[in-house]
Each structure stands twice: as C-alpha cells, then as structure tokens.
C-alpha cells in the first residue's frame, strides 16, 4: 500500500487548509486511517483518526473542534479538514494505514503503512 498526502503549505494564523492522502490499492476500506503530525525537534504525535466505515473518529485534545476527519472509500482517500489554524500546529502531517486492528489506536506503532508527510506552516 502506498499513501501520498498533499494539501500543505503557508497559512496565517486562523486560517484552514485540507490535507488528502490518496492510497494505492483495493483494500483502503478495510484500514483504520490516521494523521499524525511532527514539529521539529519533537516526537511524532497523533492528531486523528477515522474507522474503516467513518462511524467512528477520534481527535487529540488540541485539535478538537478545529480539525475534521473524513473519508471517502470510493475514491480511497482520507481528509484532514484543519480550521483555525495556530502557529503551534506548524509541522510536517503524515497519513497512516492501520491494517491489523477494526480499533482505531493513536500509537504510532499500531500504524503499518506512512505516507511521505506534507509540510504546514502556520505563521502569526
């Protein structure tokens, strides 16, 4: 499986941006997709995820209410819809694929598939 995100680039403060990652393969519908993000100098984080049917998304605490989380199995694509950006979510986003667990996990380690990670800047 392969994952390409897009959609990064400069924004100010307060403004939105919509990342996609497009995956290869016919078996999209069966993963647990998420976005995770890192600064520099920093671990990589969860930001959020969405279950194989979309019924079920989970969010990290600081993008709760800014970001949203879709999916569209036909076209075998997950979206990250960022609102209100800050400077503090300035880093690079990458996608994942979750092939082993119906679950969704925010564990780095519980995700088996990366996309290459597109770049956010947030400026004040």
């Known amino acids: 499986v392969q994952l390409q995100a897009s959609g990064g680039g400069l924004v100010q403060a307060g403004g939105s941006l919509r990342l996609s990652c497009a995956a290869s393969g016919r078996t999209f519908y069966t993963y647990v997709m998420g976005w995770f993000r890192q600064a520099p100098g920093k671990e990589r984080e969860f930001v959020s995820a969405i279950g194989q049917s979309a019924s079920s998304t989970y969010y990290a605490d600081s993008v709760e209410g800014r970001f949203t989380i879709s999916r569209d199995n036909a076209k075998n694509t997950v979206y990250l819809q960022m609102n209100g950006l800050k400077p503090e979510d300035t880093a690079v986003y990458y996608c994942?694929?979750?092939?082993?667990?119906?679950?969704?996990?925010?564990?780095?380690?519980?995700?088996?598939?990366w996309g290459q990670g597109t770049l956010v800047t947030v400026s004040s």
């Open positions: 994942a694929a979750d092939r082993r667990s119906s679950a969704i996990s925010t564990r780095v380690s519980s995700y088996d598939y």
